[in-house]
């Protein structure tokens, strides 16, 4: 699972009936989203946490997406390496002195300990799984909610020679395993996202291809004191919607 020192770690798609469909939060009154969003412009670096020695990529996707909120409010934040490992211990069940523990995570769990819980003092107020397949949604989810949480399979010719761009092949060498990374922007052609402490972009047509899951988080570090998002919204009243939603 890992080439270069870059492990995979998403496991299988797990779907809970009870989680809120962002869809049905946003249709049909929201406007088309930009045509372009990023919010990875304040960041000057990103970290691996510990995703180069484990396959804790449901929990980097955590910390960067940490990162990305609390940058774009003036006050990048960047959660250690010991808050990582503890919840990859609690959240993910690795155990340091089993290395046969180090078999990744399922993101709907880490999301659903991350609200319960916390993640070293920061908190998502909810969570919403987003249509992978409806790209107008996710770039309203990216937009309106500093990025989304997503996962996706890696085929074997990425894995091999990571290009900056990921892009579908004739021959992608079969699947190397399941990926967990924060997404951070997009433009018409382009979804720009974290992985490895790296900045990296795929087409459209790889998002369509190898993505399966996706979630917009309500994070509170997105919120100013005031407790509204960047682009206006209330974090209470997102929060309220979102949990009357079944």
């Given at each position: 699972?890992?080439?270069?020192?870059?492990?995979?770690?998403?496991?299988?798609?797990?779907?809970?009936?009870?989680?809120?469909?962002?869809?049905?939060?946003?249709?049909?009154?929201?406007?088309?989203?930009?045509?372009?969003?990023?919010?990875?412009?304040?960041?000057?670096?990103?970290?691996?946490?510990?995703?180069?020695?484990?396959?804790?990529?449901?929990?980097?996707?955590?910390?960067?997406?940490?990162?990305?909120?609390?940058?774009?409010?003036?006050?990048?934040?960047?959660?250690?390496?010991?808050?990582?490992?503890?919840?990859?211990?609690?959240?993910?069940?690795?155990?340091?002195?089993?290395?046969?523990?180090?078999?990744?995570?399922?993101?709907?769990?880490?999301?659903?300990?991350?609200?319960?819980?916390?993640?070293?003092?920061?908190?998502?107020?909810?969570?919403?799984?987003?249509?992978?397949?409806?790209?107008?949604e996710v770039k309203q989810a990216i937009n309106l909610f500093g990025g989304?949480?997503?996962?996706?399979?890696?085929?074997?010719?990425?894995?091999?020679?990571?290009?900056?761009?990921?892009?579908?092949?004739?021959?992608?060498?079969?699947?190397?395993?399941?990926?967990c990374v924060f997404v951070v922007g997009y433009n018409?052609?382009?979804?720009?996202?974290?992985?490895?402490?790296?900045?990296?972009?795929?087409?459209?047509?790889?998002?369509?291809?190898?993505?399966?899951?996706?979630?917009?988080?309500?994070?509170?570090?997105?919120?100013?004191?005031?407790?509204?998002?960047?682009?206006?919204?209330?974090?209470?009243?997102?929060?309220?919607?979102?949990?009357?939603?079944?």
């Open positions: 699972m890992t080439i270069a020192n870059r492990f995979l770690g998403r496991k299988a798609v797990v779907v809970d009936s009870r989680t809120v469909k962002l869809g049905t939060y946003l249709a049909p009154t929201l406007p088309v989203p930009p045509p372009a969003v990023s919010w990875s412009k304040q960041i000057s670096s990103w970290g691996v946490m510990l995703n180069d020695q484990l396959g804790d990529c449901t929990i980097a996707g955590c910390g960067h997406a940490v990162q990305t909120w609390s940058a774009n409010l003036g006050n990048e934040i960047t959660v250690s390496d010991s808050t990582v490992l503890a919840a990859y211990e609690a959240w993910d069940g690795y155990n340091p002195s089993d290395p046969s523990t180090d078999q990744g995570g399922i993101e709907l769990n880490v999301l659903k300990s991350w609200k319960a819980d916390g993640f070293g003092g920061h908190k998502i107020a909810a969570f919403a799984s987003v249509n992978p397949q409806n790209i107008t989304i949480y997503i996962g996706m399979d890696v085929p074997n010719f990425i894995m091999n020679n990571i290009p900056q761009v990921w892009d579908i092949v004739a021959n992608d060498g079969g699947i190397d395993g399941g990926h018409e052609t382009l979804i720009t996202f974290i992985s490895w402490g790296s900045v990296y972009q795929m087409t459209i047509p790889y998002w369509n291809k190898y993505v399966d899951e996706s979630y917009a988080l309500v994070g509170e570090d997105f919120f100013a004191a005031q407790g509204v998002d960047p682009a206006g919204f209330s974090l209470a009243q997102i929060t309220a919607d979102i949990n009357q939603i079944h």
